[in-house]
C-alpha cells in the first residue's frame, strides 16, 4: 500500500444522516468523503480506489467491524491501509479491543466533529512522518518497509500490521530499550502511561513468530523491551 496524500475518506456507516453531518464537516476541511451504508458496498468502493483512510462505524447491516479491516486490508494488499473504528458507546475496553486487532484510533459517536477531525489528520501524519521505511538489516533480522515483508535468518515471517510496527520500531532502536510509552506514542498516538496490556499483548504474539530468535526480545521490567542483535554471551568464572 502506497499513501497518496488525500485521495479521500471512505465513510462506512449505516447510519446515513450521522455520516452526512459528519461528511460534511470533512469537507468543510477540503477532504473529499464517500459513503456507504455496508461493509460490502465499502470493499467494493475500496477495491475501485483505494481511499487515504477508512472511518468504519459499529453496527453495520453485513459485517462484524473485525472482518470488514481484515478485509480491507488483506483482500487488496493494504496492509497500512489507516482505519478509524467508531464505537457507539465510549467505552475502554472496546476501545481496548479495536487497537488490539489493529485499528489506527478508535472513537466513540458522542466524540466531537471537530475532535474526530484532528484525529484524522493525526493519523495522517503519522503516516507520512513515519520513521518505518526503507530496508533495515541487524543480525539475523531484516524490514523492507516499502514491500511491508520481514525476515528472520533470510525466512520471511508473516507480521500484522501492528506487529511490523512494532517489530520496525524495536529494529530501528536496536540493542536499545523501547518503552511501551514510546510504542503507544509511535504506534498509536497515545501519549501518557499505558493502563492496560496492550502493548504487551502485541510483543507477545510478535515474539511467538520470530521462531529460534524468539528469546531476542528482550523484557525489560517495569520499562518496556528491547531487541538484541545476538544473545549476549554469558561469562563463565
Same mark, same amino acid.
Given at each position: 500500500?502506497?499513501?497518496?496524500?488525500?485521495?479521500?475518506?471512505?465513510?462506512?456507516?449505516?447510519?446515513?444522516?450521522?455520516?452526512?453531518?459528519?461528511?460534511?464537516?470533512?469537507?468543510?476541511?477540503?477532504?473529499?468523503?464517500?459513503?456507504?451504508?455496508?461493509?460490502?458496498?465499502?470493499?467494493?468502493?475500496?477495491?475501485?480506489?483505494?481511499?487515504?483512510?477508512?472511518?468504519?462505524?459499529?453496527?453495520?447491516?453485513?459485517?462484524?467491524?473485525?472482518?470488514?479491516?481484515?478485509?480491507?486490508?488483506?483482500?487488496?494488499?493494504?496492509?497500512?491501509?489507516?482505519?478509524?473504528?467508531?464505537?457507539?458507546?465510549?467505552?475502554?475496553?472496546?476501545?481496548?479491543?479495536?487497537?488490539?486487532?489493529?485499528?489506527?484510533?478508535?472513537?466513540?459517536?458522542?466524540?466531537?466533529?471537530?475532535?474526530?477531525?484532528?484525529?484524522?489528520?493525526?493519523?495522517?501524519?503519522?503516516?507520512?512522518?513515519?520513521?518505518?521505511?526503507?530496508?533495515?538489516?541487524?543480525?539475523?533480522?531484516?524490514?523492507?518497509?516499502?514491500?511491508?515483508?520481514?525476515?528472520?535468518?533470510?525466512?520471511?515471517?508473516?507480521?500484522?500490521?501492528?506487529?511490523?510496527?512494532?517489530?520496525?520500531?524495536?529494529?530501528?532502536?536496536?540493542?536499545?530499550?523501547?518503552?511501551?510509552?514510546?510504542?503507544?506514542?509511535?504506534?498509536?498516538?497515545?501519549?501518557?502511561?499505558?493502563?492496560?496490556?496492550?502493548?504487551?499483548?502485541?510483543?507477545?504474539?510478535?515474539?511467538?513468530?520470530?521462531?529460534?530468535?524468539?528469546?531476542? #526480545?528482550?523484557?525489560?521490567?517495569? #520499562?518496556?523491551?528491547?531487541?538484541?542483535?545476538?544473545?549476549?554471551?554469558?561469562?563463565?568464572?
Amino acid at each position: 500500500y502506497v499513501f497518496v496524500p488525500m485521495s479521500y475518506i471512505l465513510m462506512i456507516d449505516q447510519l446515513k444522516e450521522a455520516a452526512d453531518e459528519m461528511a460534511g464537516s470533512f469537507r468543510s476541511e477540503v477532504m473529499d468523503v464517500r459513503h456507504v451504508s455496508t461493509g460490502a458496498e465499502g470493499l467494493l468502493m475500496a477495491r475501485r480506489q483505494v481511499p487515504s483512510l477508512v472511518v468504519v462505524s459499529e453496527g453495520l447491516p453485513d459485517l462484524q467491524p473485525r472482518d470488514l479491516i481484515a478485509s480491507l486490508r488483506s483482500d487488496f494488499g493494504h496492509a497500512e491501509l489507516p482505519i478509524i473504528l467508531q464505537i457507539d458507546r465510549d467505552d475502554a475496553t472496546r476501545r481496548i479491543e479495536a487497537l488490539q486487532f489493529g485499528v489506527d484510533d478508535c472513537v466513540s459517536r458522542s466524540t466531537e466533529r471537530r475532535e474526530l477531525i484532528l484525529r484524522v489528520n493525526a493519523v495522517l501524519r503519522r503516516l507520512r512522518q513515519s520513521p518505518f521505511t526503507h530496508t533495515s538489516s541487524v543480525g539475523p533480522f531484516r524490514i523492507d518497509s516499502d514491500a511491508h515483508r520481514a525476515y528472520v535468518d533470510q525466512h520471511e515471517v508473516e507480521l500484522t500490521p501492528i506487529e511490523f510496527k512494532i517489530f520496525s520500531l524495536l529494529l530501528c532502536r536496536i540493542e536499545r530499550v523501547v518503552s511501551r510509552e514510546m510504542v503507544l506514542t509511535e504506534i498509536w498516538g497515545i501519549r501518557g502511561a499505558p493502563s492496560t496490556r496492550t502493548v504487551d499483548t502485541h510483543v507477545q504474539r510478535l515474539r511467538s513468530k520470530l521462531g529460534a530468535r524468539k528469546h531476542l #526480545v528482550e523484557t525489560v521490567q517495569g #520499562v518496556g523491551y528491547r531487541l538484541l542483535a545476538e544473545r549476549r554471551a554469558v561469562a563463565v568464572v
